[in-house]
């Protein structure tokens, strides 16, 4: 099975910047778009930004000029640079890939457990 696990999470100050990671590891066929949801407490999963294989990228309105998405296509990875952070970004953040699993013939997607992202004083 794939499997995606994120890192990089933790308790920043407002203003403050973190760095997440996510690694998408077992039998992958074929790899596409790979990104970032995020959920805070009483809210929607909402989209944070999004990346193709060919490096176009999108972000949700709230954090263009603040964040930064990147991956590495070869080792799988995807990277979230989040820079001037503020409390309104606290959140569970979720990475997701847009792939297709060794001997499967479809796309699907799959998910990391998350990691908490806190902006707080």
């Known amino acids: 099975q794939v499997q995606l696990v994120e890192s990089g999470g933790g308790l920043v100050q407002p203003g403050g910047s973190l760095r997440l990671s996510c690694a998408a590891s077992g039998s992958i066929k074929s790899m596409n778009d790979m990104g970032w949801y995020r959920q805070a407490p009483g809210k929607q999963r909402e989209l944070v930004a999004h990346?193709?294989?060919?490096?176009?990228?999108e972000y949700t309105d709230s954090v263009k000029g603040r964040f930064t998405i990147s991956r590495d296509t070869a080792k799988n990875t995807v990277h979230l640079q989040m820079n001037s952070l503020k409390p309104e970004d606290t959140a569970v953040y979720y990475c997701?890939?847009?792939?297709?699993?060794?001997?499967?013939?479809?796309?699907?997607?799959?998910w990391g457990q998350g990691t908490q992202v806190t902006v707080s004083s």
């Open positions: 990346i193709s294989p060919g490096g176009s990228t």
């Open positions: 997701y890939a847009y792939l297709i699993g060794a001997g499967s013939y479809y796309w699907d997607d799959y």
